[in-house]
């Protein structure tokens, strides 16, 4: 019945290839990479003017080639239209390049099917160029219409499909029309004069040449309002890019995708499409991608778990480890759709109205390997509940900063933040968050799903408890002062007041909040965003309420920023410090915040507060070699590149990271009190590097040297490939997971598989790692040149030491997993994996 | 004890390196023939006497010895110059050699730092590992003499180079292997090396054999195991990532120029032009021809496009963007010749990178055995202490600068043939050539 269904459904799109111009080679117009995306579900409607910050610092991953943006679970009194309206009619937004064809184009390609009850021009700015855009943007009509009920009878007739659903078949008749129209007036057209920007239900898109951030501005969407917003900057390789129809969202019916990668089988995905009659119409892979999607979902009527497998299959390991009855189906699905799944380095961003229950979805889904970045976030605070996804988690903060500024119920930091391991048997690689009940503002509601469907456990809203003394013991000197002030505060606003209120040195104010975000994870404000965003504030304006660096005033930190940066100069006396204000500093170039560090440095500045940082790049980069001599401490959101090359400084930073940390890295010390991005410490020669939480996929790649590291959390995938760092035991390098992870209670607890990825220490050839598996989980099916060793007394003791500098630096005492009683007890639970001797290898 | 054995060794080191050099004057004067099974179709016993002849005099032959083209049936060699006759023909006087012009620009941007090199051609990366420390001093001393570059590939910066450093292109490579800040800190010019056109889409597999304890030492990796470059930047895989990456060496280093190393795979216009975009001021197409005696051979004709192919598609495409003039185009990958890089930047390229050449310079004899340890009986591509021995830098330096003496001389007469005074002007003048099918 299904497969009769999907047959028929198929062939009566028999005329649209006919009629489609004879793409003889399908060669991308354009290649195109990384792109910024981010897309954000919230259960109140968000407007377009929070996204603003979030995609001004994204730009770099774009080129002002092409926006857009896409918004579901719209506002029907700023349509102009009833909520019943909303709920019923498909809105059709078609992009006039040439608004001469307008009567035409309608009278051809839309009043002979569909009904318009309501057409209107999009309203735009005056003019485009005081936006800095160099072509003109499209002007935008926008229809509410339904599919004519004489049309779809013949429709019915003709293709015989009397049996389906009305509103599967007036689903694929906008299809049908939309892709005609495409055809006609956009893919076949030297000239290309008018597309259509979307078509569905609840669902609108825009798009131009220029970035995301204009597209808000020119279209006046600063007030629109929406339950989920994607947006997405474009970075096609070609410099001269006239006209927007290649800029993402890509669209099909009811549905909006964008795209961060670059597949490399592009040819037989058209291939396979065109076997479903489907022939690409803009030429760039991110158009295929959604007609892969709308096919799958719509046509095929799969679940989206189904249509995950089939993007991104689960292979080798993670397939074996799937239950029996999901394998028979996987395979299945593999066997049917391998030659259309994307292959290469992908993420997509897919916004969906689901007309069969009005729900709205955000999905967001990362290629097998992980090629590219991507971060989950989830806030749920007494008011709302916002999902998050983006290409960067700065993208992410800076959306967060941006909304809690305008509107206070919000705040600036999610309560948890992820990445998903792609094509694994853990989480698929996916996840969806769903509005529910959108048509009912009160009852709706946001579930985030994997793509097995298990709930991601959010906690409820936190209350603002009294800070729990206990996270702050035993550690140093000033501890016992700090938890006398602890005593006095009844919540997390008396206390930081209270601090500040004291009198004691400014280099003790700074440490006591340092310490506050440093021990978070073990107090019962681990995963509640709102604690770290309100340390963080203060800690913020602390810093920027101390004399600038060219006031007269005598003082033991002297601050610095971006309007005064030609001030910079030698301390004034030799152990002043430094505090930069990297906020409006530029995110790379020869004004970046990397290169005013680097500046500070040579001007003999040893110790270097850095506050503030909204995605900047390459922080510490550029020191050059022997700089033991200086200590950098880094707040905020640093961007990709964080201490890559470091050459003997110590850089503690006191927040998550992102990609490419730590990238050659030779000497030096590098503390991470959050998580890391792809490619950590790649090519690395040395160094101590200790992350108190997970590190994502590749980390260690290609490191040769001493590197010695002790990651607190997990890896995802490929960890310590291609390792070359000799024998730890006769001072080379090697890695401790440690696998543990803090409740909400700030508890430490197991992680239940150390490690879930298919490849460990994969073509290794030196080095080792120490993995804690109390309960035997590393398999060495998991191994491709390694071997598990027994650990030698020389292994524990190492092991010993750098657990006991662990535990200085994050407070994490494993002897608090209840099952140990002795440190020895621990150190037992490790199991070292070195290198065999392969004759492959020689 | 020790002392006993560097005499014995510099006795032996010595005897060997003396008979090569005998040997390579001999050859070719072509007074014992020419010998049997020396080289292939690409590299014919020709073009490597010729070369060895070029190496020792200065000047091209004229014995007989065809220096002009191989015997492939493809490539180059079935690309001539019209005037080739003239060419030929033209004598070069004192006044010529001033008015002629063979320096190019490496950054044609109105931006950075200026940097000209004085002939058409700079040395490839082959890296320490790969090649003898003795060989990589030869060429930087030769390229110092000749005002242009060379570049260290991807095996670290061997402190030796470190007086020639105006002169040293640093590799930026897969493995990261040997990358530090202070050496991308010295150096002119950065290449990222994202493919090799002899092995594109495959990494570097440096056997356990030629993993010495300096080669270790200078990867800071272990003696005798196999190292691995892999195939791709795993912190690239996006052109916007690449842009990435361009600004965290910018970062290191603002004055140093960037050069994007690639293969020509069918989209290699699309590549070079985001590379561009992304910053860089040197792109750099390396064919299929090329590449040392260590790739696989599957890998080294079947994958990239030939590079004559490649030239031209990327030299219009830039033009067709309009950047044509603010980037410099490099092409590589079986420039065996002054004839074949004459005849690659008539075609489209500002100038070549040359490394084959070099080695047939002081010796090659392209035996093909470069991935063993001992493998190299003329003391190129090996690391063992004692074969790296037989080339010593000032005499393989003579020679390097001998051949490109000849080169010179035969880029004069094809320009001054062609009535042009500048190597610039035959950029992209592709009328001046013609296809013929090679038969034999």
């Known amino acids: ?842 | 004890m020790n002392g006993v054995n560097d005499k014995i060794l510099a006795k032996k080191v010595a005897k060997h390196s003396n008979n090569i050099r005998n040997g390579l004057d001999v050859l070719p004067s072509l007074k014992y023939g020419v010998p049997s099974g020396m080289g292939n179709v690409r590299w014919t016993s020709d073009l490597i006497l010729s070369t060895y002849y070029q190496a020792k005099n200065g000047n091209p032959p004229n014995n007989g010895l065809n220096y002009l083209t191989g015997a492939s049936k493809g490539g180059f060699d079935c690309i001539h110059f019209k005037r080739e006759k003239e060419i030929l023909e033209t004598e070069i006087s004192r006044t010529d050699e001033k008015n002629i012009d063979l320096s190019i620009s490496l950054n044609k941007k109105k931006v950075g730092r200026k940097l000209d090199i004085k002939i058409p051609a700079y040395g490839g990366g082959m890296s320490f590992g790969s090649v003898s420390l003795n060989f990589m001093i030869s060429r930087a001393m030769a390229a110092k003499e000749l005002g242009t570059l060379t570049c260290t590939g991807e095996g670290g910066y061997p402190e030796p180079l470190m007086k020639f450093k105006d002169h040293i292109i640093v590799q930026l490579a897969t493995g990261m292997f040997g990358v530090r800040e202070e050496t991308l800190q010295i150096a002119p010019v950065i290449e990222f090396k994202y493919a090799q056109g002899a092995k594109p889409g495959l990494g570097g597999h440096l056997l356990a054999d030629k993993v010495t304890a300096a080669v270790a030492k200078m990867r800071e990796s272990t003696e005798f195991t196999s190292l691995y470059s892999p195939f791709p930047f795993h912190s690239v895989y996006s052109v916007e990532d690449h842009k990435k990456h361009v600004d965290w060496v910018k970062t290191i280093n603002p004055y140093a120029l960037v050069s994007v190393k690639v293969s020509t795979p069918r989209d290699v216009d699309m590549v070079a032009i985001g590379s561009y975009y992304a910053g860089a001021e040197i792109i750099h197409i390396d064919g299929a021809y090329g590449g040392t005696g260590a790739a696989p051979e599957i890998a080294k004709k079947n994958i990239a496009m030939p590079i004559e192919y490649a030239i031209p598609i990327v030299h219009k495409y830039l033009i067709k963007e309009g950047v044509r003039d603010d980037v410099t185009l490099i092409a590589s990958g079986g420039i065996r010749t002054a004839f074949d890089a004459a005849k690659a930047i008539a075609l489209g390229a500002d100038g070549v990178v040359i490394g084959t050449s070099e080695a047939v310079a002081v010796g090659c004899t392209h035996c093909g055995n470069c991935e063993r340890g001992r493998g190299c009986q003329i003391g190129i591509t090996t690391t063992d202490p004692e074969l790296s021995l037989f080339i010593d830098p000032i005499w393989g330096s003579k020679r390097i600068i001998n051949m490109y003496k000849s080169w010179i001389i035969q880029w004069r007469k094809i320009l001054a043939a062609l009535g042009l005074s500048s190597i610039r002007e035959l950029v992209g003048k592709n009328e001046v050539l013609y296809y013929k099918k090679q038969v034999f």
Request: overall charge neutral; hydrophobic content about 35%.
């Open chain 1, 1 to 842: 019945m299904q497969e009769e269904k999907i047959r028929k459904l198929i062939f009566s799109r028999k005329h649209l290839i006919k009629t489609s111009n004879n793409l003889s080679s399908h060669r991308l117009e354009a290649a195109e990479g990384g792109c910024g995306v981010i897309g954000v579900a919230s259960t109140q409607k968000l407007k377009g003017k929070y996204f603003f910050d979030a995609l001004i610092q994204m730009k770099n991953r774009g080129n002002g080639k092409g926006g857009g943006v896409a918004v579901l679970g719209l506002n029907p009194r700023q349509l102009g239209v009833s909520q019943e309206e909303l709920k019923e009619k498909y809105i059709l937004q078609i992009a006039f390049l040439d608004d001469t064809i307008v009567e035409t184009l309608e009278n051809e390609n839309i009043k002979p099917f569909l009904e318009i009850s309501k057409e209107y021009w999009v309203d735009t700015l005056d003019n485009y160029e005081s936006l800095g855009l160099e072509t003109s943007p499209p002007k935008i009509k926008r229809y509410f219409c339904s599919v004519k009920n004489n049309w779809r009878k013949k429709f019915i007739e003709n293709n015989k499909l009397h049996d389906i659903d009305i509103k599967e078949i007036d689903d694929e008749i906008i299809f049908q029309v939309t892709y005609k129209l495409n055809n006609q007036f956009y893919a076949s057209l030297g000239e290309k004069k008018a597309f259509v920007l979307s078509a569905g239900k609840n669902i609108v898109v825009f798009k131009l040449v220029g970035y995301a951030h204009d597209v808000i501005r020119y279209y006046k969407l600063e007030d629109f309002e929406g339950n989920i917003w994607i947006g997405h900057h474009r970075y096609p390789t070609k410099g001269r890019v006239w006209h927007p129809g290649g800029a993402h969202p890509f669209v099909s019916v009811n549905s909006a995708l964008v795209h961060n990668g670059d597949f490399s089988n592009y040819y037989s995905i058209t291939q396979y499409l065109k076997q479903k009659q489907i022939e690409p119409l803009f030429l760039t892979d991110t158009e295929v991608a959604i007609y892969l999607f709308d096919l799958w979902k719509r046509v095929y009527g799969y679940t989206l778990e189904s249509v995950i497998e089939a993007m991104a299959p689960t292979t080798e390991r993670d397939f074996k480890l799937l239950p029996g009855d999901k394998q028979l189906k996987y395979q299945a699905i593999q066997t049917k759709h391998f030659h259309g799944s994307p292959d290469g380095p992908w993420f997509f961003i897919i916004g969906y109205s689901n007309t069969k229950n009005t729900n709205i979805e955000l999905i967001g889904i990362t290629d097998t390997s992980m090629l590219r970045p991507q971060v989950f976030a989830i806030q749920q605070n007494d008011y709302a509940t916002i999902g998050l996804v983006a290409s960067e988690r700065q993208a992410i903060d800076a959306f967060l900063a941006s909304l809690s500024n305008e509107d206070k119920r919000f705040y600036a930091k999610a309560d948890k933040y992820w990445v998903a391991r792609g094509g694994s048997h853990t989480d698929g690689g996916a996840f969806v968050f769903s509005l529910e009940n959108t048509f009912n503002e009160k009852n709706i509601q946001l579930i985030c799903k994997n793509k097995f469907g298990e709930k991601i456990k959010v906690r409820k809203p936190a209350k603002d408890e009294l800070v729990p003394a206990k996270a702050f013991e035993n550690v140093n000197d000033f501890s016992e002062r700090l938890n006398k002030i602890i005593s006095k505060a009844n919540n997390l606003d008396q206390l930081l007041t209270l601090i500040r209120g004291k009198h004691i040195n400014i280099e003790e104010i700074i440490t006591y909040y340092t310490f506050l975000l440093d021990r978070l994870h073990l107090s019962k404000y681990n995963n509640v965003g709102w604690a770290r965003a309100k340390i963080e504030q203060e800690l913020f304006s602390f810093f920027r309420s101390l004399p600038l660096i060219n006031s007269e005033e005598k003082s033991r930190i002297y601050l610095l920023n971006w309007d005064i940066k030609n001030k910079l100069e030698p301390p004034k006396q030799m152990d002043a410090s430094l505090a930069i204000d990297i906020r409006d500093f530029p995110a790379e170039g020869n004004s970046s915040a990397a290169r005013i560090i680097i500046e500070a440095y040579k001007k003999g500045w040893k110790r270097i507060y850095t506050f503030d940082w909204r995605g900047q790049r390459f922080c510490c980069s550029g020191l050059g070699p022997n700089t033991e001599d200086l200590r950098v401490d880094v707040y905020g959101n640093p961007g990709d590149y964080l201490g890559s090359g470091l050459d003997g400084a110590e850089v503690y930073v006191h927040c998550s990271t992102q990609d490419q940390v730590g990238q050659i890295m030779r000497r030096g010390k590098l503390v991470i009190y959050g998580d890391v991005g792809q490619a950590f410490l790649y090519g690395a020669k040395g160094g101590e590097i200790y992350v108190l939480g997970n590190t994502a996929g590749r980390p260690l790649i290609n490191a040769v040297g001493k590197p010695k590291v002790v990651i607190n959390g997990t890896s995802l995938d490929y960890l310590a490939e291609s390792f070359m760092a000799g024998d730890p035991l006769k001072g080379g390098g090697f890695v401790i997971v440690n696998a543990v992870f803090f409740d909400e209670n700030g508890e430490v607890r197991q992680i239940p598989t150390p490690y879930h990825g298919s490849n460990l220490f994969s073509l290794a050839s030196g080095g080792a790692i120490y993995i804690r598996d109390p309960k035997n989980m590393i398999e060495k099916d998991q191994l491709n040149g390694g071997d598990i060793f027994d650990l030698r007394e020389e292994d524990k003791k190492l092991i010993n030491c750098f657990l006991k500098k662990n535990q200085q630096l994050f407070g994490i005492n494993l002897l608090e997993l209840n099952e140990y009683e002795t440190f020895s007890d621990i150190v037992n639970t490790y199991k070292k994996i070195a290198p065999i001797k392969l004759d492959v290898l020689k």
